[in-house]
């Protein structure tokens, strides 16, 4: 009599690291993670990993499918040994239990999609031609004032455009591309690993199951074919520097009737010799005298959109600000402007002559008593804070 090895097969919910009442889902994840660690793609020539991955694919065809899962819950191993007419044998016996080679590789394509160049289903499956077309960038100048109250330029982009000759079928007149001989139409090879079934993308087609053999004359194959191409850029009032403008469609064409790609615009503004621009306020400084700060006065601000009058009264310290409501930049997309902060900037006069100096004086000492508790209170307050 001979005798009979007793193998000891591994629970199926611990090979998938599992509790027995895991979900669909639970299943589907945690094959996907011992599946994706063990592949025979990631491990050439790892008996052990190769080993494995048999093995957690057993498991998980079994436990994904409902009846399988109860018969194995009921009978453990037994459900699936024997022959249909042994007696013993469990309700899937006689029959191989975890079917074949192309019932794995549809069970693994069905959760690693195109992650194996396996197609959408594991089944093969041909791959679209349509290809979009890239994106393109324009980098466009703006003067400050263009910027602020918006413009229209028209500006010319060099792009691939559909062949006008082919209309983007990459054939001569009158041709058609013709079955990959490769991979026979099917824009796929498949290699048989072990008992399980892998297809990857045919090499020879890039998966579109057709080849070129009579190229157009005049884009060579390429579907497309460079051209310049004019359009009209309209720049909003309020934009500021790095502002995107797209234009959907208009970058290049895409390949085998695919979409086109998008055109950037992407706006570099100019300093202005006079204002800062912060969000939507302007800023400017304005010098002024000593004695046109302390007596008062007006002065003719000059704006982005004409003159105003501001009034300064006596007494106006350097660096005091006077707000111009709405004089700034428009509100991007929106209703109203922001605000015109002028700061006023008392100058004092590098050169005096005699009767300069003189007057000063006179004025220094009508003012030197009020000047100098204001200087004893700072430096007091400095000794304060390092004591």
């Known amino acids: 009599m001979s005798a009979t090895a007793n193998v000891t097969k591994v629970d199926f919910y611990e090979v998938l690291s599992v509790s027995r009442d895991a979900s669909d889902q639970e299943l589907k994840t945690a094959y996907r993670k011992l599946a994706m660690k063990y592949h025979p793609d ?3 020539g790892d ?9 957690c694919s057993e498991a998980y065809q079994v436990l994904s499918d409902p ?4 018969a194995y819950d009921r009978y453990g191993h037994a459900a ?12 899937f016996g006689g029959g191989g239990g975890f079917g074949n080679a192309q019932d794995l590789g549809d069970i693994f394509g069905d959760i690693f999609g195109e992650m194996f160049n396996m197609g959408g289903s594991g089944r093969g499956g041909r791959a679209s031609r ?9 980098d466009m100048p703006l003067e400050f004032e263009e910027a602020v109250f918006g413009v229209e330029r028209e500006i010319k982009i060099r792009r ?6 082919c209309h983007g079928e990459g054939t001569a007149k009158g041709k058609q591309p013709v079955t990959c001989p490769q991979c026979g139409g099917r824009g796929q090879q498949r290699f048989q690993q072990g008992f399980f079934s892998v297809a990857r993308t045919c090499s020879s087609c890039g998966g579109t199951g057709t080849l070129i053999s009579d190229p157009c004359q005049t884009c060579h194959g390429e579907t497309r074919v460079q051209a310049e191409h004019t359009i009209l850029v309209k720049v909003p009032a309020g934009v500021e520097q790095d502002t995107r403008i797209r234009y959907q469609g208009e970058g290049e064409a895409g390949k085998f009737g695919g979409p086109s790609g998008d055109l950037y615009v992407v706006l570099n503004v100019k ?17 002024i005298s000593f004695p046109q700060a302390a007596l008062g006065t007006e002065l003719e601000i000059q704006t982005l959109e004409g003159s105003e009058t501001i009034k300064v009264p006596e007494g106006t310290q350097s660096g005091h600000e006077f707000r111009l409501r709405g004089k700034g930049v428009p509100h991007l997309n929106q209703r109203g402007k922001g605000d015109l902060i002028v700061e006023i900037r ?18 220094g000492e009508t003012m030197e008593v009020e000047n100098t508790p204001t200087s004893r209170g700072i430096f007091d307050k400095v000794k304060e804070m390092f004591n």
Do not use: I, W
Not at 47 to 55: D, G, L, R, S
Not at 275 to 282: I, P, Q, S, W
Not at 346 to 363: D, F, I, M, S, W
């Open 130 to 138: 349509a290809q979009r077309g890239r994106d393109l960038r324009y």
């Open 160 to 165: 691939s455009e559909t062949c006008p000759d």
């Open 346 to 363: 008392v100058q004092t006069p590098a050169k005096l002559n005699k009767q300069q100096k003189e007057l000063l004086r006179q004025l």
């Open 80 to 91: 699936f040994n024997g022959s249909s007419s042994g007696a013993g044998a469990g309700p």
């Open 67 to 70: 009846d399988k899962r109860a």
């Open 271 to 287: 300093d202005h010799k006079f204002f800062e621009r912060d969000g939507d306020d302007l800023h400017c400084v304005m010098p």
């Open 42 to 44: 990631r491990n050439p």
């Open 47 to 55: 008996q052990e990993a190769e080993e494995k991955f048999k093995e």
